[in-house]
């Protein structure tokens, strides 16, 4: 409460995947906390930051129901929320792309991000060709399916004939029994593995990037980077949990650790789930079609982690039927305020 009374601006970020049901209750809890229930959020500016083309929120398949009871719709975004249209938002549409800059590869992604797929986009996107052997071996395939990912990683790392290590993370706190961790509590790799790195190192790799292990130490793992063929050594880093309180006697807000959590930010990188990909700049993808896609923003994600187009391959055909984008989103995105 006293967090929210003093607090000038909240940030929402990555809002395509806030379920309305969630922002409906940080609008209860800050008008509670503020003592202002006349205001949504309680007076409290809000800032709401993310692309609606990419995935949807999460909901169980035992929850739609209630949702479709609640907001009308199975699959609700943020913005049916009851507070969305209290809060008086201005929308505002950022224009410039930073990952790609190839004029033609971003007219085909716009087209798809809008549902104004063509025949003519998906044969551009399947001219790529398809993955080759050779392709995949510094590839990351991407596939709507996590069974599939984990899969591909367990068989990949198996084929590889040297010893295996084994790399036990170390949690603390709220970290001991998250099911949301930064890096894989038990990171399984041998030489010769492709991986690809989780955090960010500013100007050595970023989150994304490709490499394959070379050495496979106790507190070190030497990694030749994708491209540059530069060999960068990987120690463990720490991630840190925090929560953040009310300091009566300074009169300000101070951040208190509850959790740590070490691993090195590596994982196999031979395939990712689309989901897990989203946030995500790769060197060199295979976009796994052979089951189709099953949900809204699956191919324009997918499509669009590389920085060329000539880093991207398939594994089967995109069809028009793959391209899934929900109609509400469009309506929502064209709609002028």
């Not at 409906?24 to 003592?35: K, V």
């Not at 990694?223 to 530069?230: D, T």
């Not at 189709?292 to 991207?312: K, P």
């Not at 793959?322 to 929502?332: G, M, R």
Request: net charge negative; proline share 5%.
């Amino acid at each position: 409460q006293s967090v929210l009374m003093r607090t000038d601006l909240l940030v929402i970020d990555e809002v395509s995947m806030v379920r309305p049901d969630m922002l409906d209750a940080m609008d209860l809890l800050s008008r509670e906390a503020r003592g202002n229930h006349l205001q949504p959020f309680g007076g409290l500016q809000v800032l709401l930051v993310g692309d609606l083309a990419q995935l949807p929120p999460v909901i169980k398949p035992g929850a739609f129901e209630a949702f479709e009871y609640k907001y009308g719709m199975r699959q609700p975004y943020f913005f049916h929320s009851d507070v969305y249209p209290e809060g008086n938002f201005r929308k505002i549409e950022m224009e410039r792309v930073y990952r790609q800059n190839d004029t033609e590869l971003l007219e085909h992604l716009g087209r798809i991000r809008m549902n104004r797929c063509t025949a003519e986009d998906t044969a551009y996107f399947n001219a790529c060709g398809q993955a080759s052997p050779e392709y995949l071996k510094t590839a990351v395939t991407l596939t709507p399916y996590r069974n599939v990912a984990d899969i591909m990683n367990s068989r990949r790392l198996a084929e590889i004939h040297a010893p295996s290590r084994r790399y036990m993370a170390t949690a603390t706190g709220s970290f001991e029994t998250s099911r949301d961790c930064p890096a894989p509590r038990v990171l399984e790799l041998k030489p010769g593995a492709l991986v690809i790195f989780n955090r960010n190192n500013p100007g050595v790799w970023i989150n994304g990037t490709s490499g394959i292990v070379r050495t496979a130490g106790d507190d070190s793992i030497e990694v030749e980077l994708s491209g540059s063929g530069r060999i960068v050594s990987v120690e463990r880093e720490e991630w840190k949990s925090y929560r953040y309180d009310f300091d009566r006697l300074s009169g300000r807000v101070v951040e208190t650790e509850t959790g740590t959590f070490t691993q090195f930010p590596l994982q196999l990188g031979y395939a990712l789930t689309i989901h897990k990909a989203q946030g995500k700049t790769l060197d060199r993808v295979a976009i796994d079609m052979k089951h189709g896609a099953f949900a809204h923003g699956q191919i324009y994600v997918a499509l669009s982690r590389t920085r060329r187009r000539e880093d991207i391959r398939l594994i089967g055909r995109i069809s028009e039927e793959d391209i899934i984008t929900d109609p509400t989103v469009v309506e929502f995105l064209w709609k002028t305020e």
